[in-house]
């Protein structure tokens, strides 16, 4: 999966499901997230997988662009403008029966535990509790519709070292 890298205005451009990088100013309002550059500002949704960035930073975010009466950006992932990390990842794909490895950070929504990848792909976990945390997985493919993924070993890892303070 390749990001096109483009500046917000010429987002109206490209089509809708399209796949791309922008840079601007992140900030967070009651609706939600958005990402200025200029006169232009481009509506957020989701979180990014491994950086939450702080007000009015800016940042470089990568997602599926959605076209409408409004431009959308549904996010993968962010870092600081100008860094080179996180990179933009893709996920391990496969069939039903498959195993497979993936990086994804597992939510809870009603009785269910879902994984999402940073490329945006979710599955269904099956066969272990989990908390809500970024993990390595390791799992097979139950079925595709709806993605499932039965858990054979899980890791998890922190994003960020820990805050330490000299008092």
């Known amino acids: 999966m390749t990001y096109i890298q483009i500046p917000i205005q010429h987002l109206s451009s490209l089509s809708d499901g399209d796949m791309v990088s922008v840079t601007g100013i992140y900030t967070r309002d009651l609706d939600g997230s958005v990402l200025t550059s200029g006169d232009r500002r481009l509506r957020l949704l989701g979180e990014p997988f491994s950086y939450i960035p702080r007000q009015h ?3 470089e975010v ?3 662009l959605l076209q409408g009466k409004v431009q959308r950006l ?3 992932d962010a870092r600081p403008a100008g860094a080179s990390a996180p990179t933009p990842q893709v ?3 496969g069939k039903a029966g498959d195993e497979v490895t993936l990086t994804a950070h597992i939510r ?3 009785g269910d535990q879902i994984a999402m990848t940073p490329d945006g792909r979710t599955y269904l976990v099956i066969g272990e509790e989990l908390d809500q ?3 390595t997985l390791v799992g097979r493919i139950l079925g595709l519709n ?3 993924l039965e858990i054979v070993q899980a890791v998890p890892f922190t994003q960020v070292a820990p ?5």
């Open 74 to 76: 549904q996010i993968h």
């Open 57 to 59: 930073a800016k940042v």
């Open 146 to 148: 709806p993605p499932m």
């Open 163 to 167: 805050v330490t303070r000299d008092w």
């Open 91 to 93: 996920s391990e794909t």
């Open 62 to 64: 990568w997602g599926r």
């Open 108 to 110: 809870c929504i009603g």
């Open 133 to 135: 945390r970024h993990y």
